[in-house]
């Protein structure tokens, strides 16, 4: 009876965080999503949505945000897996999370000045003869900057499916004749793939959402369902168009998280 | 994986080591340039760093986001340590994994849905856009972060303990303060620093429920940098990656520490 009293009583400023940051935030998001700009009560939200403008914006962003993780993903992957084999594996780890503790604005900022007309990239391309480039608000210099933010969410996750791999199936796979190619192929990929999992997807979905990289980087030529969203809340103050794209976003986040899902095998 | 590593191997790691932190010193090397501009190396000055300490505005801006970075670590650390305690004692497996997943909305939520949702909240609620809607927004979006951190913790602590606690006559207080909390410690401070660090390193929530008056460094950054390149964005970039390492240096003993202790350290 006492014990059930103090829990609640410890429960009360969490519950209420539930309440008012969790599912109110989301409800509302709901709600607005169906008032248009006069907010009266309509579906007019929905069927702009479902217009072509919309559609090819959900679908670049969605070709964005997959190129962006799949670039990660095969640059991190071969990261994690040397950086399991060097010694001091864990002092070298926090370096590789270091840059993910300094100010992403900072970051993005520092881009400016390399990818500028008179910047490092192009000293750079100038020196092997290429001659210089237009390299800031391009695609290029977008999935670049939005990789580069993105690296140490995915190593970190894969570092430690790899950790977690026992050695001694290595050394099985070896004894049974696999070639090297072959262990990576059917025996260490496999068993890793939780790690990649969850990787994609701390990438996946940020990456949908992205706003202010597409404006400092890549010049509003790039516009994400985040830049949509923020574009309708804070400049044309449509609350209910963008509590729509919204509510889609979160849609797809929701199908993402149940496909890249990580359920606990064994144990 | 315990295999010998490859030339091949160390040179790929030195690239990706080199692009990460290349950016960084590109920022840190510029803050010294008499030229003013990130391109072309003219001469070496300080003008940049007292330029940026005698800039009234952009100080009480850092202050700002120091004291939202204490205040919302802080108060998310408690109110998150006690939500994790409570689903520790709830009964049913079912309650405590809908209470999770209730819980890490917020973590897997982007950035922009958690800002336009929170804009919505306080408008509605007729919270004024300032100082504590951005103070309420960072508690809210770091209390996950430090249940996750707490409740590992929490689980591997044998009930038992409890249990003997109360046998000796403890109350329930002292069980909270004497067993409970001095076992969770790494964890509760685990959950701090990422309370710090989220709150420091977000900009797209900020952005959302700041209004006029107040801003937040990456706020003020992002304005700046609208506008294009200005040499003081680059000496406050060094004075921030240098509070950083002293802070990662701090977090990597902390951690160490933690690891080392018998009863709060890694049991198997």
């Not at chain 1, 914006?57 to 060097?86: C, D, E």
């Not at chain 1, 969203?229 to 794209?245: A, K, N, P, R």
């Not at chain 2, 000796?168 to 701090?192: E, H």
Request: net charge positive; glycine share 6%.
């Amino acid at each position: 009876m006492e014990n059930k009293v103090t829990r609640n009583l410890y429960m009360i400023p969490y519950a209420l965080w539930i309440i008012f940051f969790v599912i109110a935030p989301i409800l509302l998001v709901v709600y607005y999503s169906f008032l248009d700009i006069e907010g009266n009560f309509s579906l007019v939200n929905y069927q702009n949505f479902f217009t072509s403008t919309y559609l090819q914006m959900t679908l670049s962003s969605f070709w964005y945000a997959f190129l962006i993780t799949a670039i990660s993903l095969l640059v991190a992957y071969p990261t994690a897996l040397f950086l399991t084999r060097t010694k001091h594996k864990q002092l070298w780890l926090l370096l590789i999370i270091v840059p993910s503790w300094i100010n992403l604005l900072l970051k993005a900022y520092a881009f400016i000045g390399i990818f500028g007309t008179y910047g490092a990239a192009n000293n750079f391309l100038e020196f092997l003869g290429i001659g210089s480039q237009q390299i800031l608000f391009t695609d290029f210099s977008f999935v670049f900057v939005s990789v580069y933010i993105f690296i140490p969410f995915m190593i970190l996750p894969i570092f430690n499916a790899l950790e977690s791999l026992n050695p001694t199936l290595l050394d099985a796979a070896n004894d049974l004749g696999a070639s090297k190619w072959t262990t990576f192929r059917r025996v260490v990929f496999p068993l890793t793939i939780d790690g990649v999992k969850s990787g994609c997807q701390v990438v996946f979905i940020p990456a949908l959402s992205l706003f202010m990289l597409t404006r400092l980087i890549a010049g509003n030529r790039v516009i994400t369902l985040g830049t949509a969203i923020e574009q309708h809340f804070l400049v044309t103050q449509d609350w209910g168009m963008g509590s729509t794209i919204a509510v889609f976003l979160i849609i797809i986040m929701f199908v993402i998280i149940s496909l890249t899902g990580i359920r606990k095998r064994g144990a | 994986m315990s295999r010998k590593s490859s030339p091949f191997a160390n040179l790929f790691l030195f690239i990706i080591f080199f692009v990460l932190y290349a950016p960084i010193f590109y920022l840190i090397f510029y803050s010294f340039n008499s030229g003013g501009t990130m391109s072309g190396f003219e001469g070496f000055t300080l003008d940049w760093y007292k330029e940026l300490f005698s800039d009234t505005r952009l100080l009480i801006i850092v202050l700002n986001t120091v004291v939202i970075a204490l205040l919302s670590a802080l108060i998310s650390t408690i109110i998150g340590v006690f939500g994790a305690i409570g689903i520790r004692e709830m009964k049913r497996k079912r309650n405590q994994n809908s209470i999770l997943g209730l819980n890490n909305v917020l973590i897997v939520s982007p950035d922009v849905i958690i800002g336009a949702s929170f804009l919505i909240l306080f408008t509605m609620a007729g919270i004024q856009l300032g100082f504590y809607s951005v103070l309420l927004s960072h508690i809210a979006f770091s209390i996950p972060i430090v249940v996750l951190m707490v409740l590992p913790k929490l689980m591997e602590m044998s009930p038992s303990l409890i249990d003997a606690a109360h046998d000796l006559g403890a109350s329930r207080w002292n069980v909270l303060t004497k067993v409970i909390l001095p076992y969770i410690t790494p964890g509760i401070f685990a959950g701090f620093f990422m309370a710090l660090t989220y709150s420091l390193d977000d900009f797209a929530v900020t952005f959302f429920v700041t209004g006029n008056g107040f801003s937040t460094l990456s706020v003020e950054i992002y304005s700046l940098a609208r506008q294009g390149i200005s040499l003081n964005i680059n000496a406050l970039s060094a004075l921030i990656f240098l509070v950083t390492v002293v802070l990662v240096i701090v977090y990597y003993y902390i951690s160490r520490r933690a690891g080392n202790q018998g009863m709060g350290g890694m049991r198997r």
